[in-house]
C-alpha cells in the first residue's frame, strides 16, 4: 500500500504508514478468508453430510458421529450410477473431441482469412451463441425422433458437435487473433497450403485456445441438463450422470447422505480436471469476457 | 472490414492487367472462395440444419396446431392468443425471469466485482483464494442445486441451523414461494467465478499512472474507485450485464432441479411434476417451452413461447455487438 514519504529512518509518519499498511493487509485477508468460507463451506458440509449415517444425515448434526465410506460403495452400486457415469463420458469425450475437430478451420478462417461476408458469419456465429437451445428444440425433437428415429439416445447431442460449436468456433477465432498474421504469411510464402499452414503452424501455437476450448466442451456436455432430459429420459440406460442424478434423489428418497455422495462424484471429475489445467481454463474465460 | 477492399481491387484489375491476367486473377479468386468454403463448411451445415431450418420451423409451427401425432393443421393466430391471453402460466414466467434478470444478474455483478476488486488486493497466498473463490463456479447445475436445496432445507439444513445458532431468522428458503428466487439468487452468487476472473482481469488493466496521479490529487478511496477504476472497466461491467440478463432469459437447470427436489415430486412413476413449485415461483420461459411441448404436447403454443425467448435474446444480444470494443473487438 502507499507509504508516505519519510526522509530520515523511522519518523513517526513512516510508522504510522507501516501500521495502516499492516492493518490494511489484516482488512483485506480477512474479508478473503470470509469470501473463501462462503465459497468452500458448502462443498465441506456436503461431503461431511456424505459421510454420515443415514440417520444422522436427517438431524442437524454438522460433522459425522461415525465415518460411513461405504456410502460411497452403496452409490456405485445402485442400479444404473456406472452405466451414467459411462454415457457422460461418452457424451463429454466424444463431443468434445468432434467440437474441436469441426471448429478449428472456421475459426480460421474467421479470424485469418478475408472474405465477403466474413462479419456477417461473425454476427451469426454469435447469434447461434447466444440462442437458447429451448428455442429451436421442437423442430429438432421432431427431427431427431421421427425423421431420424434416435430418440432415447444420445446421439441427437454428439452428432451436431461434428458441425462446429458457437461458443468454441468464437472463442477459437479470439484465439487465433492473438497470433500475429506475420507467421501465417511467412507459412504462405514458403509455399505452404492453408491446411498446412494452420496444421504445421498456427495449430501448435493456438494449443492453450485449443485446451480451453476442449474443457468448455467437456464441462458443458458433463454438465448438460436439458439435452439428456429431451432426448435421454424415455430410457434410462441412455441417461448421463447429470440427468440421473436428480433422480437418484427420488429412489433415495430421505436418504441424503446417499444422495450427497453422488453429487460429490458428479461433481469430483469436473475439479480434478480443473486442478490440472487450471491455467488454460481461467485464461479462456477471460477471452471470452475481453477483447483478443 | 474485408468487404470495403474487394470491390476496389475488381475495379482496378481490367485496366491495369491483360486479359491472361486476368483470368489469372480470376482463377485465383476462386480457389481463395473455395477454400473459404471448405474451412467453413462444417459450421455453414450447422448453421443451416441447427439454427436457420428450425427456426423457421419454429415460427411455422406457431400458427399449427400440431400434437405430434395428427398431422398439423393451420391455426392462424390462435396459439398466439392463447398464451398471451390465456395459458395462466405465462406472465408468471415472465414476472420471475423478469425478477431474475433485475436482482440476480445485480446481485451477480456486484459481488463479482468485489470478488474481484479483493482479489487483486490480496497479497499472501493469492493463488489458493483465487482457486477458491473459482472452483464453484464449476460445480455441475445439477449437483450444485441439489446440494443447495439440502444446505437450505429449512428443518436439517446447516444453513438454518448456523442462522438460528446467531438469532436470525430461518426462512424456508426453496419451499416457500417468497424466499426460492433469493435462494436461487444465493446459488447463482456462489457461482460467480466467471465474473470474478472478467473483472481482475479488467481491474489488472486499469493503468497504474491514474491512481498515482488521483492520489496526487488527493482524491479519497472512493473518488479513485469511481473516477478513476469504474470509467476504466465500465465495458466489461457492460458486458457482464447484458451476458448476464441472456443468461436469465435461458435459466432453466437451476430452478427445474430445485423444484423437483424440493417438492419432492420427481415426476416419476405416476407423480406429476408440476414445475415452478412454489406456487409458480420458480417458473421460468424455458420450462414453459418444455412443459407446454413435452408434457402437454401442444407444440404450437411451444413454438409461440420459444418465439418470445428469441425475441428476447436477440435484443440483448445485438446490444452487446453494437458496443464499440465489446464482445467483437479487434480484428474488423
Same mark, same amino acid.
Given at each position: 500500500?502507499?507509504?508516505?514519504?519519510?526522509?530520515?529512518?523511522?519518523?513517526?509518519?513512516? %510508522?504510522?504508514?507501516?501500521?495502516?499498511?499492516?492493518?490494511?493487509?489484516?482488512?483485506?485477508?480477512?474479508?478473503g478468508?470470509?469470501?473463501?468460507?462462503?465459497?468452500?463451506l458448502p462443498?465441506?458440509?456436503?461431503?461431511?453430510?456424505?459421510?454420515?449415517?443415514?440417520?444422522?444425515?436427517?438431524?442437524r448434526d454438522?460433522?459425522?458421529?461415525?465415518?460411513?465410506?461405504?456410502? *460411497?460403495?452403496?452409490?456405485?452400486?445402485?442400479?444404473g450410477f456406472?452405466?451414467?457415469?459411462k454415457? =457422460?463420458?461418452l457424451?463429454?469425450?466424444?463431443?468434445?473431441?468432434?467440437?474441436?475437430?469441426?471448429?478449428?478451420?472456421?475459426?480460421?478462417?474467421?479470424?485469418?482469412?478475408r472474405?465477403?461476408?466474413?462479419?456477417?458469419?461473425?454476427?451469426?456465429?454469435?447469434?447461434?451463441?447466444?440462442?437458447?437451445?429451448?428455442?429451436?428444440?421442437?423442430?429438432?425433437?421432431?427431427?431427431?425422433?421421427k425423421?431420424?428415429?434416435?430418440?432415447?439416445?444420445?446421439w441427437?447431442? #454428439?452428432?451436431?458437435?461434428?458441425?462446429?460449436?458457437?461458443?468454441?468456433?468464437?472463442?477459437?477465432?479470439?484465439?487465433?487473433?492473438?497470433?500475429?498474421?506475420e507467421?501465417?504469411?511467412?507459412?504462405?510464402?514458403?509455399?505452404?497450403?492453408?491446411?498446412?499452414?494452420?496444421?504445421?503452424?498456427?495449430?501448435?501455437?493456438?494449443?492453450?485456445?485449443?485446451?480451453?476450448?476442449?474443457?468448455?466442451?467437456?464441462?458443458?456436455?458433463?454438465?448438460?441438463?436439458?439435452?439428456?432430459?429431451?432426448?435421454?429420459?424415455?430410457?434410462?440406460?441412455?441417461?448421463?450422470?447429470?440427468?440421473?442424478?436428480?433422480?437418484?434423489?427420488?429412489?433415495?428418497?430421505?436418504?441424503?447422505?446417499?444422495?450427497?455422495?453422488?453429487?460429490?462424484?458428479?461433481?469430483?471429475?469436473? #475439479?480434478?480436471?480443473?486442478?490440472?489445467a487450471?491455467?488454460?481454463?481461467?485464461?479462456?474465460?477471460?477471452?471470452?469476457?475481453v477483447?483478443? | 472490414?474485408s468487404?470495403?477492399?474487394?470491390?476496389?481491387?475488381?475495379?482496378?484489375?481490367?485496366?491495369? =492487367?491483360s486479359?491472361g491476367?486476368?483470368?489469372?486473377?480470376?482463377? %485465383?479468386? !476462386?480457389?481463395?472462395?473455395? !477454400?473459404?468454403?471448405?474451412?467453413?463448411?462444417p459450421?455453414?451445415?450447422?448453421?443451416?440444419?441447427?439454427?436457420?431450418?428450425?427456426?423457421?420451423?419454429t415460427l411455422?409451427?406457431?400458427?399449427?396446431?400440431?400434437?405430434?401425432?395428427?398431422?398439423?393443421?393451420?391455426?392462424?393466430?390462435?396459439n398466439?392468443?392463447?398464451?398471451?391471453?390465456e395459458?395462466?402460466?405465462?406472465?408468471?414466467?415472465?414476472r420471475?425471469?423478469?425478477?431474475?434478470?433485475?436482482?440476480?444478474?445485480?446481485?451477480?455483478?456486484?459481488f463479482?466485482?468485489?470478488?474481484?476488486m479483493?482479489i487483486?488486493?490480496?497479497?499472501?497466498?493469492?493463488?489458493?483464494?483465487?482457486?477458491?473463490?473459482?472452483?464453484?463456479?464449476?460445480?455441475?447445475?445439477?449437483?450444485?442445486?441439489?446440494?443447495?436445496?439440502?444446505l437450505?432445507?429449512?428443518?436439517?439444513?446447516?444453513?438454518?441451523?448456523?442462522?438460528?445458532?446467531?438469532?436470525?431468522?430461518?426462512?424456508?428458503?426453496?419451499?416457500?414461494?417468497?424466499? =426460492?428466487?433469493p435462494?436461487?439468487?444465493?446459488?447463482?452468487?456462489?457461482?460467480?467465478?466467471?465474473?470474478?476472473?472478467?473483472?481482475m482481469?479488467?481491474?489488472l488493466?486499469?493503468?497504474?499512472?491514474? *491512481?498515482?496521479a488521483?492520489?496526487l490529487?488527493?482524491?479519497?478511496?472512493?473518488?479513485r474507485?469511481?473516477?478513476?477504476?469504474?470509467?476504466?472497466?465500465?465495458? #466489461?461491467?457492460?458486458?457482464?450485464?447484458?451476458?448476464? #440478463?441472456?443468461?436469465?432469459?435461458? *435459466?432453466?437447470?437451476?430452478?427445474?432441479v430445485?423444484?423437483?427436489v424440493?417438492?419432492? %415430486?420427481?415426476?416419476?412413476?405416476?407423480e406429476?411434476?408440476?414445475?415452478?413449485?412454489?406456487?409458480?415461483?420458480?417458473?421460468?420461459?424455458?420450462?414453459?417451452?418444455?412443459?407446454?411441448?413435452?408434457?402437454?404436447?401442444?407444440?404450437?403454443?411451444?413454438?409461440?413461447?420459444?418465439?418470445?425467448?428469441?425475441?428476447?435474446?436477440?435484443?440483448?444480444?445485438?446490444?452487446?455487438?453494437?458496443?464499440?470494443?465489446?464482445?467483437?473487438?479487434?480484428g474488423?
Amino acid at each position: 500500500m502507499t507509504t508516505a514519504t519519510a526522509p530520515h529512518g523511522a519518523s513517526p509518519a513512516e %510508522k504510522r504508514a507501516r501500521r495502516r499498511s499492516l492493518l490494511h493487509w489484516i482488512a483485506v485477508h480477512s474479508l478473503g478468508i470470509a469470501a473463501a468460507l462462503f465459497f468452500v463451506l458448502p462443498f465441506v458440509f456436503v461431503l461431511l453430510t456424505s459421510l454420515m449415517s443415514d440417520d444422522q444425515a436427517l438431524t442437524r448434526d454438522l460433522t459425522p458421529n461415525s465415518w460411513h465410506w461405504d456410502n *460411497y460403495v452403496k452409490v456405485f452400486e445402485t442400479p444404473g450410477f456406472l452405466t451414467w457415469w459411462k454415457n =457422460s463420458l461418452l457424451y463429454a469425450g466424444l463431443g468434445t473431441a468432434l467440437v474441436v475437430v469441426s471448429s478449428i478451420p472456421v475459426a480460421y478462417a474467421l479470424a485469418k482469412f478475408r472474405f465477403r461476408g466474413r462479419h456477417l458469419s461473425l454476427l451469426l456465429v454469435i447469434s447461434m451463441m447466444m440462442l437458447p437451445p429451448q428455442v429451436v428444440i421442437i423442430p429438432m425433437y421432431l427431427f431427431w425422433a421421427k425423421q431420424m428415429d434416435l430418440s432415447g439416445t444420445l446421439w441427437p447431442l #454428439i452428432i451436431p458437435m461434428a458441425f462446429g460449436d458457437a461458443f468454441a468456433i468464437f472463442l477459437l477465432r479470439q484465439f487465433l487473433l492473438t497470433i500475429p498474421d506475420e507467421y501465417v504469411e511467412a507459412a504462405r510464402i514458403d509455399g505452404c497450403g492453408e491446411l498446412r499452414t494452420l496444421i504445421r503452424v498456427v495449430l501448435p501455437m493456438a494449443k492453450p485456445g485449443i485446451a480451453a476450448v476442449a474443457l468448455f466442451q467437456f464441462f458443458y456436455c458433463w454438465n448438460d441438463y436439458f439435452g439428456p432430459q429431451i432426448y435421454a429420459s424415455e430410457n434410462a440406460t441412455a441417461w448421463t450422470l447429470s440427468y440421473g442424478l436428480e433422480s437418484f434423489k427420488g429412489a433415495h428418497h430421505t436418504d441424503w447422505n446417499l444422495t450427497m455422495a453422488a453429487t460429490v462424484l458428479v461433481m469430483a471429475p469436473v #475439479i480434478l480436471v480443473f486442478f490440472f489445467a487450471q491455467k488454460a481454463f481461467v485464461e479462456g474465460v477471460t477471452l471470452t469476457g475481453v477483447k483478443g | 472490414m474485408s468487404t470495403d477492399t474487394l470491390p476496389a481491387k475488381e475495379a482496378a484489375a481490367p485496366a491495369a =492487367s491483360s486479359p491472361g491476367g486476368r483470368n489469372t486473377l480470376r482463377s %485465383k479468386r !476462386r480457389r481463395n472462395a473455395l !477454400r473459404t468454403l471448405a474451412f467453413m463448411s462444417p459450421w455453414l451445415i450447422g448453421f443451416g440444419v441447427f439454427f436457420a431450418y428450425p427456426l423457421v420451423s419454429t415460427l411455422y409451427f406457431s400458427f399449427m396446431k400440431y400434437d405430434g401425432l395428427n398431422p398439423p393443421t393451420w391455426r392462424g393466430v390462435d396459439n398466439w392468443t392463447y398464451v398471451f391471453g390465456e395459458f395462466p402460466q405465462f406472465w408468471p414466467a415472465l414476472r420471475n425471469t423478469l425478477w431474475l434478470a433485475v436482482v440476480m444478474v445485480a446481485c451477480r455483478v456486484l459481488f463479482g466485482l468485489g470478488v474481484g476488486m479483493l482479489i487483486t488486493k490480496i497479497k499472501t497466498a493469492a493463488g489458493v483464494f483465487r482457486t477458491l473463490f473459482y472452483l464453484p463456479y464449476l460445480a455441475p447445475p445439477v449437483a450444485a442445486t441439489l446440494a443447495f436445496v439440502f444446505l437450505l432445507n429449512p428443518g436439517t439444513g446447516p444453513v438454518n441451523a448456523l442462522l438460528e445458532a446467531v438469532g436470525l431468522p430461518a426462512p424456508s428458503w426453496f419451499n416457500d414461494a417468497s424466499w =426460492s428466487k433469493p435462494a436461487l439468487t444465493v446459488l447463482a452468487v456462489w457461482g460467480v467465478g466467471d465474473l470474478m476472473v472478467i473483472f481482475m482481469a479488467a481491474l489488472l488493466d486499469v493503468p497504474k499512472e491514474q *491512481y498515482e496521479a488521483a492520489e496526487l490529487d488527493g482524491a479519497s478511496a472512493w473518488q479513485r474507485f469511481r473516477y478513476v477504476t469504474l470509467p476504466n472497466i465500465s465495458p #466489461i461491467v457492460l458486458f457482464a450485464v447484458v451476458t448476464g #440478463i441472456i443468461g436469465a432469459m435461458q *435459466y432453466y437447470t437451476q430452478p427445474i432441479v430445485a423444484a423437483k427436489v424440493a417438492s419432492g %415430486k420427481m415426476g416419476g412413476s405416476g407423480e406429476v411434476f408440476v414445475p415452478g413449485y412454489p406456487d409458480e415461483s420458480t417458473l421460468t420461459l424455458p420450462q414453459l417451452v418444455y412443459s407446454l411441448g413435452f408434457s402437454q404436447f401442444n407444440y404450437g403454443a411451444a413454438c409461440v413461447v420459444a418465439l418470445v425467448l428469441f425475441a428476447f435474446s436477440m435484443a440483448f444480444t445485438a446490444l452487446l455487438m453494437r458496443r464499440r470494443g465489446g464482445l467483437i473487438g479487434s480484428g474488423d
